[in-house]
């Protein structure tokens, strides 16, 4: 990690990599123990381009940690009777540990009954209720990768969490509640907001931890940021020019900040990382 007089990068990458290589031995050890090879089943409907390209690289990183992958490209005109019977059979399947439908989905298909077709043990995007509610219930088993990968950044800075004032800007199912659910129960204190929240740099202004996971270009402004907070960026905004930020001022932010995450380069690189921690997680769950 970069050490300079203002906030301290935490370097999303270089976790990720590291969590990868935590994987991979794992995954080589369970072989030579004779265990499985676990085996992700990663499952695609449409040509979304940008699903596309998130769809090759989770086939490309679960194979190099050594796991299966699994491909199922459907037709855009893929009926939900049809994506449904397909989780039944990888459901089904011994040698699958994990199944990750990647979303959007086509209008013809609801996604909540897709989710809810993944048997809990094999759903390693953590999105099931069941998975959902064990979060709530402070006893996780499969846990939502992105905010699954913040609380690995937040722990690779060494701070303490506890009695901490989180706030999290955004309160979608992917990434605000969970995050919530996961700072709650690092004992943290949480405020969650959202577009209709009243006065939100003023909220900020009390935060010891931001989580942005709003969606919106460089919205939080380094001014808002209580001087010494940790910033944690969600935010993935693709401007005109082509170019990636984040939802927070990065730079402005910097100054005041403790610790803070660049986009890219911070939370992004943790998604996949956590996705194949989860499918080594869910093959000893499948075990036990
Ligand atoms: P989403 O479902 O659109 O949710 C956005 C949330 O932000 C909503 O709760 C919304 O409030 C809130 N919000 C929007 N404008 C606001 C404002 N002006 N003030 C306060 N709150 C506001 O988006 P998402 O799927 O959670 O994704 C959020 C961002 O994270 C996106 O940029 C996405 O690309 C990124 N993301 C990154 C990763 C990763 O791997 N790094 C993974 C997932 C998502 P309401 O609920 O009131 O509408």
């Given at each position: 990690?970069?050490n300079?007089t203002?906030?301290r990068i935490?370097?999303?990458?270089?976790i990720?990599?590291?969590?990868?290589?935590?994987?991979?031995?794992?995954?080589?050890?369970?072989?030579?123990?004779?265990?499985?090879?676990p085996?992700?089943?990663?499952i695609?409907?449409?040509?979304?381009?940008?699903s596309?390209?998130?769809?090759?690289?989770?086939?490309?990183r679960?194979?190099?940690?050594?796991?299966?992958?699994i491909?199922?490209?459907?037709?855009?005109?893929?009926?939900?009777a049809t994506?449904?019977?397909?989780?039944?059979?990888?459901?089904?399947?011994?040698?699958?540990?994990?199944?990750l439908?990647?979303?959007?989905?086509?209008?013809q298909i609801?996604?909540?009954e897709?989710?809810?077709?993944?048997?809990?043990?094999?759903?390693?995007?953590?999105?099931h209720?069941?998975?959902?509610g064990?979060?709530?219930?402070?006893m996780?088993?499969?846990?939502?990768?992105?905010?699954?990968?913040?609380?690995r950044?937040l722990?690779?800075?060494?701070e303490?969490l506890?009695?901490k004032?989180?706030v999290?800007?955004g309160?979608?199912?992917?990434?605000?509640?969970?995050?919530?659910l996961?700072l709650?129960?690092?004992?943290c204190?949480?405020?969650?907001?959202?577009?209709k929240?009243?006065?939100?740099?003023?909220?900020?202004?009390?935060?010891?931890?931001?989580?942005?996971?709003?969606?919106?270009?460089?919205?939080?402004?380094?001014g808002w940021?209580?001087s010494?907070?940790?910033?944690?960026?969600?935010?993935i905004?693709?401007?005109?020019?082509g170019?990636?930020?984040?939802?927070v001022d990065?730079?402005?932010?910097r100054?005041r900040?403790s610790?803070?995450?660049?986009?890219?380069?911070?939370?992004?690189?943790?998604?996949?990382?956590?996705?194949?921690t989860n499918?080594?997680e869910?093959?000893?769950?499948?075990?036990r």
């Amino acid at each position: 990690m970069e050490n300079t007089t203002t906030g301290r990068i935490i370097d999303g990458k270089a976790i990720a990599e590291q969590v990868l290589e935590e994987v991979k031995m794992a995954v080589d050890m369970r072989r030579r123990d004779g265990l499985s090879q676990p085996g992700l089943a990663v499952i695609r409907v449409g040509d979304d381009p940008a699903s596309a390209v998130y769809v090759r690289n989770k086939r490309r990183r679960t194979e190099e940690v050594g796991m299966r992958s699994i491909s199922h490209d459907l037709p855009t005109d893929t009926d939900e009777a049809t994506l449904l019977a397909l989780i039944d059979e990888l459901n089904n399947n011994p040698t699958v540990h994990g199944i990750l439908v990647q979303l959007p989905l086509p209008p013809q298909i609801n996604a909540e009954e897709v989710i809810e077709r993944i048997a809990p043990k094999k759903d390693v995007d953590g999105f099931h209720p069941y998975n959902v509610g064990r979060l709530v219930l402070k006893m996780p088993t499969l846990r939502s990768c992105t905010p699954f990968g913040c609380m690995r950044l937040l722990k690779e800075t060494n701070e303490e969490l506890i009695g901490k004032h989180a706030v999290i800007i955004g309160q979608s199912n992917i990434v605000g509640r969970p995050m919530a659910l996961e700072l709650l129960m690092a004992r943290c204190t949480i405020t969650v907001c959202h577009s209709k929240t009243y006065d939100l740099p003023g909220l900020i202004g009390q935060a010891d931890i931001v989580v942005a996971g709003m969606g919106r270009p460089r919205f939080v402004q380094g001014g808002w940021i209580k001087s010494g907070a940790i910033v944690i960026d969600v935010g993935i905004n693709r401007l005109d020019n082509g170019t990636l930020c984040g939802d927070v001022d990065f730079e402005a932010a910097r100054q005041r900040a403790s610790w803070i995450t660049p986009v890219p380069g911070g939370v992004g690189p943790m998604t996949i990382a956590m996705l194949l921690t989860n499918t080594l997680e869910a093959a000893r769950w499948q075990e036990r």
